[in-house]
């Protein structure tokens, strides 16, 4: 089983070294927006807190859609 996983593991780096490089920051970034989620849902109120997130994720989409800095066509 140990080998199984070992091998899978192999397998996922190999494909993954492929990748471009905005692909490689979405754990740490997911990561970031998980923990500062949750810091600000208790002092903002979880339905501000989602308007926000929501809103800045709308924004960030509008921009990379417009300067087409992730591979996205213009």
């Known amino acids: 089983l140990l080998l199984l996983l070992l091998l899978l593991l ?3 780096l190999a494909a993954a ?5 905005w692909a490689w920051i979405g754990g740490v970034l997911g990561a970031y927006y998980v923990v500062v989620n949750i810091a ?5 109120g979880a339905g ?7 809103c ?5 989409s509008i921009v990379l859609d417009l300067t087409g800095l992730v ?3 213009k």
Do not use: D, E, H, K
Request: with cysteine.
């Open 10 to 12: 192999l397998l996922l």
């Open 56 to 60: 800045s994720q709308l924004c960030t």
């Open 40 to 44: 600000f849902a208790y002092r903002l």
């Open 48 to 54: 501000t807190a989602v308007a926000v997130f929501v």
């Open 71 to 73: 591979g996205f066509q």
């Open 17 to 21: 070294a492929g990748a471009p490089w």
